[in-house]
């Protein structure tokens, strides 16, 4: 292997050799390269799901604990979307259900209390907007 050298570097000896910023009468003056790194397309971001795996006695201690795992992880990464998070048996994921509300206020947020919860629905965060009817 002659060239075991980062391609960037190789890249930069070649617009140094075509002679870029030569002067201003080279076309698009002293400053822009001949050679530049090829332009992407912006990728629009996707969804993806992790799985963990944890132990508990029973599925009402199974969807406690998993309210719990998701609830703490959205604090420490708010970009994590809580009303996503499901719980399903390790070897049934076909048969998720849903861990939290979910139901759309009227200001378009979405209900952050575990799924069939009494009463009003509440906006996430301390102090989070309630609507609904509370008699349920």
């Known amino acids: 292997?002659?060239?075991?050298?980062?391609?960037?570097?190789?890249?930069?000896?070649?617009?140094?050799?075509?002679?870029?910023?030569?002067g201003a009468g080279g076309r698009g003056g002293p400053d822009v390269p001949l050679l530049a790194p090829p332009r992407r397309a912006p990728v629009p971001p996707r969804h993806f799901t992790v799985h963990l795996g944890f132990s508990a006695a029973d599925a009402d201690r199974a969807?406690?604990?998993?309210?719990?795992?998701?609830?703490?992880?959205?604090?420490?990464?708010?970009?994590?979307?809580?009303?996503?998070?499901?719980?399903?048996?390790?070897?049934?994921?076909?048969?998720?259900?849903?861990?939290?509300?979910?139901?759309?206020?009227?200001?378009g947020e979405r209900c952050a209390d575990v799924a069939d919860h009494p009463g009003f629905h509440h906006a996430p965060g301390p102090g989070g907007l309630g609507w609904g009817d509370g008699d349920r």
């Open 1 to 22: 292997m002659r060239e075991n050298r980062p391609a960037y570097w190789r890249q930069r000896r070649a617009v140094e050799g075509f002679g870029a910023g030569r």
């Open 63 to 107: 969807r406690e604990l998993a309210v719990a795992y998701a609830e703490a992880l959205s604090l420490l990464r708010p970009e994590l979307a809580l009303g996503a998070a499901a719980l399903s048996p390790a070897d049934a994921w076909q048969r998720a259900e849903r861990l939290f509300c979910g139901a759309v206020g009227p200001d």
